[in-house]
């Protein structure tokens, strides 16, 4: 089990850098993960990652498709949010498990 | 008389039937089956329609004639479940009252939510082999086509079958070497996925079985839109892929009766216990089989390791006793990789699928995680298991628990 520090706390993660103990996350320690990934969080970041972070909680699974339901923001805006990959991005700078899709 | 009501005839609700006629005493319980499709077709056998190994006849058969004797079968389509009032209205203005639901409606592909998907390329160069229709389609396509790129897209996941695609792509491999064109088709796997597979183990082993085939692979790759006049696929993020023959694996909803009725996830599959199979909502609501949200595969013997423990959850729920049976998330597959082999995976939701000999240690006979030529006569075995045991809700000798019996962890 690795650790890593943001914003002076400390964290547990796994090899690829995601939280393992979802309760450690603050706003702080995503603004600072985001800014590894080179992404400056706005409210539209946050109001998504809310979204992520309860649904993770209430023990739903996490999908591209689930995020055209969310209410928050449509799928195209979550890739320009979090380009590239951006449900591996947005879990990692939500504190929650990369999803992993279940066969 | 109390009503046992089944929605759906097919795997998982044919299963269930005749495992729960056995120990329900029928003075005092009716079991009820709605479905409308008058044929039941073995799904596993859509892989093998392309490529000419199967015709439709050989995997089709009557539906009636798996139901179980003493059940009554209303060949009608459900218009809504009224969980309150215990009632479901059919599509003929009549109702059905049940005292105990058990939900079996199974999952269908929905093209139509992706832009372009079925444009006017539709059944001409995008096919899917996850309907009859489809599969029929594309075998007479590949009949005469003469090459150029051939995509296998998975749209997003949960897809039935998850094994189909990759067993799909293996096949086309053979197929065209075998029609000696096989150099004039660019075979390319574009997955969701970061990998050929979801997890770890398998997805490593899968991923360099593709390598060896000479086959792209694509990943991190969701769906967002076919462009039909220039025959590209393209994601979220606008990356592109070219096509000329496009196999599309597209997403997945529940029965359209689930959110109409209002006992779904945005997808329309049914929200249940995942251990116990029971609806959240409604505690005389059970769900059996591809229909429900739960984070297993949704495939045959899923199904059939879910009725194994379900029937045991309905005795308890009608007697008033806690439910004590606990689905695992147990799946086992037989996947085929081309030229008379294939591998076997068995997993759950904990443990990944591992190497090993399954059943047994050092007997077997299948090996897991590792290509052998008996693990593809278990899959043409399985045709047979199918109708005559798994359908009829009969003992296999594979428990309902995954073992740990012959696996390699590290």
């Known amino acids: ?16 850098g995601y939280f393992t103990n979802p309760s450690q996350w603050t706003k702080e320690i995503a603004a600072e993960i985001a800014k590894e990934e080179g992404i400056v969080l706005t409210d539209q970041h946050y109001a998504i990652i809310e979204f992520l972070r309860n649904r993770h909680n209430s023990g739903e699974a996490l999908s591209i498709r689930s995020i055209n339901h969310s209410g928050v923001i449509d799928v195209k805006t979550f890739y320009q949010l979090f380009p590239g990959a951006p449900l591996k991005k947005a879990t990692k700078i939500a504190g929650i498990p990369k999803p992993a899709s279940c066969i | 008389m109390k009503n046992l009501v089944i929605i759906g005839g097919g795997t998982a609700g044919t299963a269930m039937a005749n495992k729960l006629i056995k120990y329900l005493p029928s003075d005092k319980w009716k079991i009820i089956i709605i479905e409308k499709a008058k044929e039941h077709f073995y799904q596993p056998g859509f892989l093998f329609l392309p490529f000419g190994y199967y015709t439709r006849d050989q995997i089709t058969k009557p539906a009636k004639i798996f139901f179980p ?19 479901i209205s059919l599509k003929d203005g009549n109702s059905i009252a049940y005292d105990v639901l058990l939900i079996a409606t199974g999952t269908r592909i929905s093209p139509e939510d992706t832009p372009g998907l079925k444009g006017e390329l539709w059944q001409k160069s995008v096919f899917d082999f996850y309907t009859i229709e489809g599969a029929e389609a594309l075998a007479r396509f590949f009949k005469t086509w003469e090459g150029g790129n051939l995509v296998i897209n998975i749209a997003d996941n949960p897809i039935k079958c998850p094994v189909a695609p990759l067993e799909f792509t293996f096949y086309a491999d053979e197929f065209f070497t075998r029609k000696g064109i096989r150099e004039k088709v660019k075979i390319t796997y574009v997955t969701p996925m970061s990998g050929a597979f979801t997890k770890p183990k398998a997805s490593k082993f899968l991923g360099s079985l593709l390598e060896k085939k000479n086959i792209n692979i694509v990943t ?3 769906l967002g839109e076919v462009d039909n006049t220039n025959k590209k696929i393209l994601d979220f993020g606008g990356r592109e892929v070219p096509f000329d023959c496009l196999v599309t694996i597209p997403l997945h909803s529940g029965d359209p009766v689930i959110s109409k009725s209002g006992l779904g996830d945005e997808f329309g599959f049914v929200k249940a ?7 959240v909502s409604y505690q005389n609501i059970f769900v059996i089989g591809d229909a429900s949200n739960l984070p297993a595969s949704k495939a045959g013997s899923v199904a059939h390791f879910q009725a ?13 006793e806690p439910l004590k049976a ?3 998330g147990h799946s086992n597959c037989y996947i085929e990789t081309g030229y008379g082999k294939g591998i076997l995976i068995d997993f759950n939701y904990e443990t990944e699928p591992l190497p090993g000999l399954f059943p047994l240690p050092v007997l077997g006979p299948f090996s897991l ?13 399985f045709k047979w298991i199918y109708w005559n045991i798994l359908l009829k809700g009969r003992w296999l000798p594979i428990p309902s628990k995954m073992s740990m019996k012959g696996k390699i962890t590290d």
């Open chain 2, 308 to 320: 194994d423990i379900l029937h045991k959850n309905i005795l308890s729920f009608i007697n008033n």
């Open chain 2, 369 to 381: 995680l590792k290509e052998s030529r008996i693990n593809h006569y278990g899959k043409l075995l």
């Open chain 2, 326 to 328: 606990s689905f695992d």
């Open chain 2, 273 to 279: 216990n995942k251990n116990t199979l029971q609806s």
């Open chain 2, 69 to 87: 004797k003493g059940a009554d079968v209303i060949n009608c389509e459900v218009d809504r479940i009224y969980a309150d009032k215990n009632l």
């Open chain 1, 1 to 16: 089990m690795a650790q890593k520090t943001y914003a002076g706390k400390t964290v547990d993660v796994n090899e690829e």
């Open chain 2, 220 to 222: 991190d790759f969701f």
